[in-house]
């Protein structure tokens, strides 16, 4: 039998891991809400274990060598495991602080992973074409993931119910295959030292594009949370869908998200660039503020489909153009920032959510469309920069 090459190796490890996160994490907020835990307390939850996330993250990257990393990996998919396993015993259990304690390792976990698997695969091999297939595997095996659970969810198999906790259990299991994977890979253990260059601060602070695409790239994060932060108990509570209806919503409404973005790519991207960023942005922050004026669960509903419709496309114009004009050197520690970045935007945005989540529907997407001018705003100023810089 024909070996598998190592990177396809890491792509199948990644698969199954975004199995693992699509058919647990889409449930995560709904299992909380099942041990008694309200809105605003599992908000702080996913807040603090992203923010936790954020701190560990960097010092991942600052002190952790390329050559080092799979072993860091391994440990971390273990610590996971063992957690997700404890996490299901814990179901239905008053030990609610053990339960805190034990989502926030979660979290912690899976972004560790999410951010780290790319950098592992450079050490094997560091192509285009490679990173757009490991985008391309996980988004895809994590809606994989999720169409499993919107498929099962409620229904009887063998006389078992597959409810919240059942999901966890299988989610852990392809975890176990996605940990037994990575041990069998082999990666470089020796990597080219001027390949690789941690990126200082004044190399970011002399470029003003990078600095304002970093501010940027927080305040449409905190924009996006702070409406969609909390988007399965939006769903099931506000507007009463069934857990499963929920799912196969957010399932279609992402995959049809990709396929519009490849789209988008190849035939639909404007010429001019403010066009773009008008229609990625301009329409969302429409939608919301007539959401928030209105009050209207129809008009929000659509504005919420806009914004998980256009989420993926426009990225060669709102992102690539601007991580493109570093080095190859600095490409993967930067790369550690903007995910730093956005998981910071992401702790901000959910603990607002679950704020304004009490408060009323109307309110999450009115203080988002007040982010959102500032995103915008910023977004323009960087096309004029460019522009005046070409």
């Known amino acids: 039998m024909k070996k598998i090459k190592n990177e396809n190796q890491m792509l199948i490890m990644l698969a199954l891991f975004s199995i693992s996160v699509g058919l647990w994490g889409n449930f995560r907020q709904l299992w909380l809400q099942d041990n008694n835990f309200a809105v605003t307390n599992i908000s702080n939850i996913l807040s603090i274990g992203t923010l ?8 991942i990257g600052k002190y952790v060598k390329l050559n080092k990393l799979k072993n860091t990996l391994v440990i971390v998919l273990l610590v996971k495991f063992l957690n997700m396993f404890w996490l299901y015993f814990l179901n239905g259990t ?19 992973i999410i951010t780290s698997i790319y950098p ?3 050490t094997i ?16 095996f994590r809606d994989v993931g999720i169409l499993f659970g919107g498929v099962f969810i409620g229904k009887s198999i063998a006389g078992l119910i597959i409810n919240y906790n059942t999901c966890l259990f299988l989610a852990n299991i392809f975890l176990m295959f996605s940990l037994f994977i990575l041990l069998n890979i082999k990666v470089n253990n020796s990597t ?7 990126i200082s601060s004044k190399y970011i602070l002399k470029d003003k594009l990078l600095i304002l695409y970093l501010i940027y790239t927080l305040i449409g994060t905190i924009a996006m949370s702070t409406a969609l932060g909390l988007k399965m108990l939006t769903l099931t ?3 009463s869908f069934s857990d499963n209806v929920a799912t196969n919503y957010l399932l279609v409404i992402g995959l049809l998200a990709d396929i519009f973005g490849i789209i988008a790519l190849k035939y639909l991207t404007p010429k001019n660039d403010y066009l773009t960023i008008t229609i990625k942005f ?3 922050f429409l939608g919301y503020v007539i959401a928030f004026m209105s009050n209207n669960l129809l008009i929000t509903l659509i504005a919420i489909t806009w914004s998980i419709f256009i989420s993926t496309a ?28 956005r998981f910071l935007g992401e702790a901000i945005g959910v603990f607002l959510c679950g704020i304004m989540y009490e408060i009323g529907l109307r309110y999450m997407f009115g203080l988002s469309a007040l982010f959102m001018i500032f995103q915008i705003s910023t977004a323009y100023y960087m096309i004029y920069l460019r522009k005046r810089e070409k």
């Open 120 to 122: 592992l695969i450079t």
């Open 314 to 341: 426009y990225e060669n114009i709102c992102d690539a153009v601007y991580i493109n004009r570093l080095e190859n050197k600095y490409q993967l520690s930067f790369s550690n920032i903007c995910h730093i970045i």
């Open 94 to 112: 008053n030990y609610i602080e053990l339960i805190r304690l034990s989502i926030i390792i979660d979290i912690v976990t899976e972004y560790i």
């Open 125 to 140: 091999i560091k192509s285009g074409t490679i990173y757009s297939k490991r985008r391309l595997t996980e988004y895809l």
């Open 282 to 284: 301009g329409i969302r």
């Open 237 to 239: 509570n506000y507007f």
């Open 192 to 198: 080219d030292s001027n390949e690789y260059k941690e």
């Open 52 to 59: 936790i996330s954020v701190i560990i993250i960097g010092l």
